[in-house]
């Protein structure tokens, strides 16, 4: 091989070229001197015309007097496919050396997607896109090096770097047909954790192996390897067993507190409406709350009213809506209910007066289960990643599963095992998706004859599983109010960063012909408290004085 040969790459070819189309480990096309039809080659060892024009000729054509150390300029190309539409979007990057980088959409669907680099691949030009083996490593110029080494390969590359990872809706769609996955994490632990979420998010079907990063210095990725051993990395890889590094994926990895100090904790998504505060919150960024009650009392108007509240303080650049005696994080909604069709619950909107937040909350009509059991293991059902795909690229802020029993489908509520895997996974969504999860479930007989004691209901609050209330950070329970048919009583009876004990009476409110249309305050100075101590108040035990104050550092004066 001549020095120039060994000047020049296969990648400076193909990065001149795009338009060579691949066949087996081989790019082809017209050569650049004669012009012939399909004579030109370029392969592992460099570029040739089958017509015998000298390399000199080729160069020269091509290069013209200089021989590129790189190419002069890269053009990369980022895909994500976007659920439940099947949408695809390509965002394009222009790097040329000594400019500032240009970069612009060839393709971008219409609102309400909302995309984030996160969710993008990168696939190298000279890579097979359908192989059977994919190989994902992390950025461009770590998928372009493994791509020139084996171009018989299918190679991703995430786009974002150590920070985020593609969504599992992604890569089950940049992977599609692939047998084998291999991942090529950066040889640091942030690129380790990288891969890791990677490695949890893709499909249940290929078998998933690990290259072998010994020997690279902290940093480094594929692009810092020769061909040779990215080729031996890779095969060593391919000898792996499966079931092996299953185990790996899942292993979590400690750090010091303080790898954590710059990051805020979670923001309150539902919390108490007191002046001044942000104290009480029942549910936070990526936590799952409650909602629990006796069927027909309102607790579908009272969710609606709280997405209505999200909604329309984002239209109003508000920091925060309010409904029910609680405040709410601005953003859109994500409505998953089982009992009420789209068009139902927009005819609530229009009984409400609040068609104007309609375009802010997202609904599905019939929406499967989310959650399924299959031989007694249970697990996400088939469209779980569609939802949650959609969550992140409309940017909700509130998701709402109404009601819990209708999500899980035949997977048994009563059961610890199944509700703690479906909190947990609700929970890793929403902590990916930056938004709280309410779900609406049904109370106890019990629960309820407790709290019209003013008695603690406990778990029980929640029909099935203990799992249910112990697992949720928040916990809000609807009632009957004693004595008044017509209003209902709105209480925090768990929640894990601050007090319980407080709530609040909505009344029935109706349109003027008299139809039913939600629930509203009865007041402003009915945000109670305590609850508890209203009821004993009610039955003449309790006197003004004994109300709980609300104080300004979030301690509970009387429970915690």
Request: with cysteine.
């Amino acid at each position: 091989m001549t020095e120039q040969h060994e000047r020049l790459r296969p990648d400076d070819w193909l990065a001149a070229l795009p338009d060579l189309k691949k066949a087996g480990n081989e790019h082809h096309g017209p050569c650049p001197v004669c012009g012939g039809t399909d004579r030109f080659r370029v392969n592992d060892k460099g570029a040739f015309c089958r017509k015998g024009c000298s390399f000199q000729d080729l160069r020269k054509a091509v290069f013209g007097d200089s021989v590129p150390t790189q190419p002069p300029e890269k053009r990369y190309k980022h895909y994500n496919c976007e659920a439940p539409d099947g949408i695809t979007a390509v965002h394009v990057r222009l790097d040329t050396p000594g400019r500032p980088k240009q970069v612009w959409w060839e393709k971008k669907p219409s609102q309400p997607y909302e995309f984030k680099t996160g969710n993008f691949l990168y696939f190298p030009s000279s890579a097979d896109r359908e192989g059977n083996v994919a190989i994902i490593c992390e950025g461009e110029k770590d998928a372009d090096a493994l791509a020139s080494a084996l171009p018989e390969h299918r190679v991703i590359g995430t786009v974002t770097g150590a920070a985020t990872a593609p969504t599992s809706h992604t890569l089950a769609w940049g992977l599609s047909g692939a047998g084998r996955v291999i991942l090529w994490p950066d040889a640091d632990d942030p690129g380790l954790t990288h891969m890791r979420q990677v490695a949890q998010r893709l499909p249940h079907d290929p078998d998933v192996l690990w290259a072998n990063t010994d020997g690279l210095s902290d940093g480094q990725g594929a692009a810092d390897c020769t061909p040779d051993a990215r080729r031996r990395r890779v095969h060593e890889a391919t000898r792996q067993t499966a079931e092996q590094e299953a185990v790996d994926v899942d292993r979590p990895r400690m750090a010091p507190l303080s790898t954590w100090k710059d990051e805020p904790e979670p923001a309150p998504v539902l919390w108490r409406d007191a002046d001044g505060q942000h104290a009480d919150a029942v549910l936070s960024v990526g936590e799952v709350a409650l909602l629990s009650g006796e069927g027909g009392l309102g607790k579908s108007y009272v969710t609606l009213a709280l997405a209505v509240a999200g909604a329309l303080a984002a239209d109003l650049g508000k920091d925060y809506g309010e409904a029910c005696g609680l405040r709410v994080m601005p953003g859109p909604v994500a409505l998953v209910s089982y009992e009420d069709s789209p068009a139902r619950i927009y005819g609530r909107l229009r009984r409400m007066g609040q068609t104007a937040a309609a375009d802010r909350i997202h609904s599905l009509p019939n929406p499967p289960p989310l959650w399924t059991a299959d031989s007694g293991a249970s697990k996400q059902a088939d469209w779980w990643g569609d939802l949650w795909q959609y969550v992140r690229g409309v940017g909700a802020r509130l998701v709402i599963v109404d009601p819990a029993s209708a999500a899980l489908a035949d997977a048994d509520v009563s059961q610890t095992g199944p509700v703690r895997k479906f909190l947990r996974a609700l929970m890793l969504e929403a902590r990916q998706a930056e938004c709280g999860v309410l779900v609406v479930s049904h109370s106890t007989k019990a629960a309820r004859n407790a709290l019209r004691r003013g008695d603690d209901p406990g778990a029980g609050v929640v029909a099935g599983s203990a799992a249910w209330y112990d697992g949720a950070r928040g916990v809000l329970s609807l009632e009957e109010a004693p004595h008044n048919p017509g209003a209902r009583i709105l209480e925090c009876v768990k929640a894990n960063y601050g007090r319980k004990g407080w709530g609040t009476i909505l009344n029935k409110r109706t349109t003027d012909s008299g139809a039913f249309a939600g629930l509203e305050l009865e007041s402003d100075a009915n945000r109670l408290e305590r609850v508890k101590d209203w009821r004993g108040q009610t039955n003449g035990k309790v006197s003004d004085t004994d109300f709980a104050p609300v104080t300004r550092d979030g301690f509970n004066p009387y429970e915690q």
